[in-house]
């Protein structure tokens, strides 16, 4: 049985969270935070701890089972985007150029292999 886990309008961009995302996508949950723990990126801190709460949401449907015996792997992981903030920075002669603050919707799905 499957568990969800989503994320609504972190304020970074989804191209640069699509990056660590991709290393992680099919794998086992145990490799996947092992990665994810040693990745510099800005992304992967709050890519584990939305990685953590699809487990804790597994184990909340299956109280009956164990983490360690179910084998849990990445079943699906996206990322859409979010909500956009506009802003004008000042640029010479008197014009503006837009500053497009860019932001994300991020979405895991764990299954168990058994």
Not at 43 to 65: C, G, H, R, Y
């Amino acid at each position: 049985m499957e568990a969800v886990a989503k994320l609504s309008d972190y304020p970074t961009t989804p191209r640069k969270a699509r990056l660590v995302i991709d290393l992680i996508r099919g794998m086992k949950v145990s490799q996947a935070l092992g990665i994810l723990t040693f990745q510099p990126q800005h992304a992967a801190p709050v890519i584990k701890k939305v990685l953590l709460s699809a487990v804790a949401n597994w184990q909340q449907k299956n109280e009956d089972l164990k983490i360690e015996e179910a084998e849990l792997f990445v079943k699906t992981i996206f990322i859409d985007g979010g909500r956009m903030l506009k802003r004008m920075r000042p640029a010479p002669q008197g014009r503006g150029h837009r500053i497009r603050k860019r932001s994300h919707h991020l979405t895991i799905v764990v299954d168990s292999a058994v």
